[in-house]
């Protein structure tokens, strides 16, 4: 790594200090929890960096007490001088921690348990600049979301090194799951479901199935997630490769081509704009996914004419020169998540020679063989047609790739992402010039914190705002290796990839976990942190559109003319 380490002057001596100074990486037998008290009262001086958020970058000093920030401005002097940490920022840029919307940490799925559990793959996202997860509960079908998201958290809650949350999946309905679903957002923190749309019975749900649940969304101010892919296609598509022949992870890709992707993108989209459902399409892997929500975002809607007098002074309207009696708003409440492998790299990787290689990138939907792919998405994340990013890091390593040797059915599907999202998103994104250091912070935490109900809390550097920051070195370069990376498993996706954009520095709620390399990370240390329902930047704009949207009828006198009485029943 091509980083100084020499950039952290220390005031006064102090034992905390001294001790995470020399403890090197943890060996995962060292999990014990961290006593909470432990982290009172911790003083951090982070200075002479240039402070960015999503909106504004500023020279500035940050002044953090017991892990929230307190001050944000220039010279800051915080009194006392004893037991003050002190960063030095001078030319680096300082910037929220990361927040990774989509993570699977320990997931049994296809016949494997994912390889990063929640410690090393919290600690592999401290080591990329990311300080929160946002991780998925998914239940068997016929069994309880309730259950399903205790469990989770019952794996997570001891294990995480920095905070987390969790989504939960509805992979089947009924009323039990409706009222689980209320009892989820209601009591345990939850706004955000997300359906499957892949995964022929195992998770997948039915048209009638997701109109049911994007329903209880809207009714509970919950987000909204689909998996789309449409998976009677993929069923029928992998009985035909496998039928001519084609076991190899090729198979993958060719029984399921972007159009099965785009198709269950815009079939999810349709069916949550009938219930005016904010909805979010995780993992846009496609060129073809990503113009359904781009078209989606920027399609108009038609205002409702009995409305037209009272909102066309309020609310952002266009007409529309052929049809000059209505009036419309822009975009569809909807979000997309490319994430870091969709970026990253492609699904040439799919025809390698070399077995092991071409099933490290198996993941659904898959990576597409169009070599263009990961540009496009990113100059649509540039542009605002894509929201968000996450990683889907769903780690399994060759061993357990090899499951489906002879079948890419059986090979279980998931790559990592989660340690190199942000380097990998500052190279392609930033670096490349497609994105400024705004844009940036935007899409790896801020929209994902306002989209989930986080904000100003996380995704933010401002007083008041947890402090979850990261140094961010954007002249230091790093080359991405499963011979230096943290994750668990034994592939990375991202191999020789060189990478401007560092991060030197990880502050999770205003204790530096991680340093030059160094990490001072205990198992249990990450909070939950519960997400109220009606995220207001989601959900101010449904509301809106609620109520000038809504058909209204046609004001017209009775029919008071003849009606035929004619049976319809032949005699
Ligand atoms: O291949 C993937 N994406 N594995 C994780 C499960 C999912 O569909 O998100
Ligand atoms: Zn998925
Ligand atoms: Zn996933």
């Known amino acids: 790594m091509a980083q100084g380490n020499n950039y952290r002057r220390m005031i006064f001596t102090w034992s905390f200090e001294k001790a995470h100074r020399a403890l090197p990486p943890q060996p995962r037998a060292d999990r014990a929890p961290m006593p909470h008290h432990s982290l009172a009262k911790q003083r951090l001086l982070i200075k002479g960096g240039k402070v960015v958020n999503d909106d504004l970058s500023v020279m500035a000093d940050v002044y953090v007490e017991d892990g929230v920030v307190q001050q944000v401005g220039p010279n800051l002097n915080p009194e006392p001088l004893t037991g003050l940490v002190v960063l030095d920022a001078t030319n680096k840029l300082v910037i929220p921690g990361g927040i990774d919307t989509h993570t699977h940490m320990q997931f049994p799925f296809m016949g494997s348990r994912s390889k990063d559990d929640f410690y090393t793959g919290t600690k592999a996202a401290i080591a990329g600049g990311t300080t929160m997860i946002i991780d998925f509960a998914i239940p068997q079908k016929g069994c309880s979301l309730i259950e399903a998201f205790d469990t989770w958290k019952s794996w997570a809650d001891p294990q995480v090194c920095c905070d987390y949350a969790l989504h939960v999946a509805v992979t089947w309905w009924s009323d039990k799951v409706k009222e689980e679903m209320k009892s989820l957002v209601q009591n345990k923190g939850v706004n955000s479901f997300k359906m499957f749309m892949a995964y022929k019975d195992v998770y997948m749900v039915n048209d009638e199935e997701l109109y049911a649940a994007f329903s209880s969304c809207k009714e509970l101010g919950a987000v909204a997630q689909v998996h789309a892919e449409n998976g009677e296609l993929i069923a029928q598509g992998a009985k035909k490769m496998l039928a001519m022949g084609i076991t190899g992870p090729e198979g993958h890709e060719l029984c399921r081509p972007e159009e099965v992707e785009a198709e269950a993108t815009q079939r999810a989209i349709t069916i949550a704009n009938a219930v005016n459902c904010p909805l979010y399409i995780v993992h846009v892997m496609s060129k073809s996914a990503a113009k359904v929500i781009s078209r989606a975002r920027r399609q108009a809607t038609p205002l409702s004419k009995g409305n037209l007098q009272t909102v066309a002074a309020c609310y952002s309207c266009v007409s529309v020169s052929n049809f000059s009696a209505a009036k419309y708003t822009t975009g569809k409440v909807v979000y997309g998540e490319p994430i870091a492998a969709s970026l990253g790299t492609d699904g040439t990787n799919y025809w390698n020679k070399d077995w ?101 809390k996380k995704g933010r550097i401002a007083v008041g705002s947890d402090a979850d920051i990261v140094i961010w070195d954007p002249k230091a370069t790093r080359t991405i290796s499963a011979k230096t990376h943290h994750q668990a498993n034994n592939f990375n996706i991202f191999e020789g990839m060189v990478c401007h954009g560092v991060p030197v520095a990880t502050v999770s709620r205003g204790k530096v976990v991680y340093e030059g390399g160094a990490f001072n990370v205990t198992a249990g240390e990450g909070k939950y942190v519960s997400r109220p329902p009606f995220p207001p930047y989601v959900y101010e704009r449904v509301r809106q559109r609620e109520q000038v949207c809504q058909p209204v009828p046609v004001k017209r006198a009775p029919y008071t003319d003849v009606v035929s009485e004619t049976s319809a029943t032949p005699n």
Not at 363 to 384: E, I, Q, Y
Not at 388 to 405: E, P, R, S
């Open 356 to 456: 092991a290689h071409a099933a490290a990138y198996v993941m659904g939907p898959p990576l597409r063989p169009d070599p263009s792919t990961p540009g496009f998405l990113m100059n649509l994340l540039a542009n605002d047609d894509l929201s968000v990013t996450g990683t889907d890091n769903c780690t399994f390593d060759i061993c357990q790739k090899a499951l489906g040797k002879d079948d890419f059915t059986k090979i279980p599907n998931g790559v990592n992402g989660v340690e190199d999202r942000m380097s990998v998103i500052w190279e392609k994104g930033v670096y490349s010039g497609k994105m400024d250091e705004n844009r940036f912070v935007a899409v790896t935490s801020t929209n994902a914190a306002k989209i989930f109900n986080l904000y100003p």
